[in-house]
């Protein structure tokens, strides 16, 4: 993918895995029925990221199994406020919404390229947050508004490390950005009163080249 993308292209993932277990009923929209699933997408390092994805029944085989199974998406980066059950106030989730997905034989996956998969383009909506880790590596936190559709927008959070993380640091809110990189999971222990010491897994982008909009990529 490429930050030279048109203008009207500002939120595009590609990337394949393995489905964790089979598809559960998300919700219905105007007849048109949702499934989620999780994808695990390998990383260089043997282990993997665990991706929320969500996929039209038009898109699926109602009739398949897909646990177990390596399938290629292409779709958009979501943000979505889902409510729990149990909870009172609502909670920030991202997703794969998927707009084509193929099954892949296992054979094959290695064949297809996973350097960027996710490209967006957007605002930023807080200002970045620079920082050094214990290890002294540099880190800078950002948060993108990315507009969808109708006047809706996505708030992806991004992560940048080394040379990029003294880039965005100088980046201002308001800026707008564009965004190559690797989505990714990471686990934390809660420290939230009713959910303290429960594990919680977040999504969020890994970025490996960053700009801001029409300029060269870093």
Not at 59 to 84: H, P, Q, T, V, W
Not at 95 to 101: D, G, Q, T, Y
Not at 149 to 172: L, T
Request: charged share 30%; hydrophobic share 30%; net charge neutral.
């Amino acid at each position: 993918m490429s930050g030279n993308l048109p203008n009207a292209t500002k939120n595009l993932v590609s990337v394949v895995g393995k489905i964790d277990r089979e598809f559960g009923f998300s919700h219905e929209y105007y007849g048109e029925g949702f499934y989620k699933a999780n994808l695990l997408v390998d990383r260089l390092n043997e282990t993997n990221d665990r991706i929320p994805v969500i996929v039209s029944d038009r898109l699926l085989d109602m009739d398949s199994c897909y646990a177990g199974k390596y399938i290629f998406l292409d779709g958009e980066f979501r943000s979505y406020n889902i409510k729990e059950e149990d909870q009172a106030s609502k909670k920030h989730q991202l997703m794969v919404f998927a707009h084509e997905i193929r099954i892949v034989p296992g054979d094959e996956v290695k064949k297809i390229s996973r350097d960027y998969n996710i490209y967006i383009e957007g605002f930023l909506c807080r200002q970045p947050v620079h920082r050094v880790t214990p290890q002294g590596r540099e880190i800078t936190e950002l948060m993108i508004s990315v507009q969808r559709r109708y006047g809706k927008s996505d708030y992806i959070p991004c992560i940048c490390w080394g040379r990029n993380a003294r880039y965005a640091a100088g980046f201002h809110m308001g800026d707008r950005i564009s965004v190559n990189g690797r989505i990714q999971s990471r686990d934390y222990v809660s420290h939230v009163r009713e959910k303290e010491g429960e594990k919680v897994t977040v999504n969020e982008v890994s970025v490996k080249r960053i700009s801001r909009a029409d300029t060269d990529d870093q």
